[in-house]
Nanobody, 129 residues
């Protein structure tokens, strides 16, 4: 019933842009913090950006600050990751994840994956010239 499906990955050149989409079903986005994570070959999973369902507050990794933007469209049950000024080190499988905010909500620790209830299968982004 609950499903997260990423799309939009592919090949981009350094300095280029790419937008990922995460289509959610089976739950209300307004009560979930939505996050993007990534994992490069041989590296640990890294939290990229999260957006709270209740307030729209965002949390971000220093590595993508000023370059990536997270947004969502509740009517479409879709969250987006706009990636600009791409670097080769951005190459990774990008995962969409959702965590129910509960009575207190989630915080920056969501970037570590804490509180995430559902995960997508990932979408590969390759940044290379």
């Amino acid at each position: 019933q609950v499903q997260l499906v990423e799309s939009g990955g592919g090949l981009a050149q350094p300095g280029g842009s790419l937008t990922l989409s995460c289509a959610a079903s089976g739950f209300n986005l307004e009560y979930y913090t939505m996050c993007w994570f990534r994992q490069a070959p041989g590296k640990e999973r890294e939290g990229v950006l999260c957006i709270k369902g209740s307030t729209g507050t965002t949390y971000y990794a220093d590595s993508v600050k000023g370059r990536f933007t997270i947004s969502k469209n509740n009517a479409k049950n879709t969250v987006y990751l706009q990636m600009n000024s791409l670097k080769p080190e951005d190459t990774a499988v990008y995962y969409c994840a959702a965590g129910h905010e509960g009575p207190y909500g989630l915080g920056p620790w969501a970037l570590n994956g804490y509180g995430m209830d559902y995960w997508g299968k990932g979408s590969l982004v390759t940044v290379s010239s």
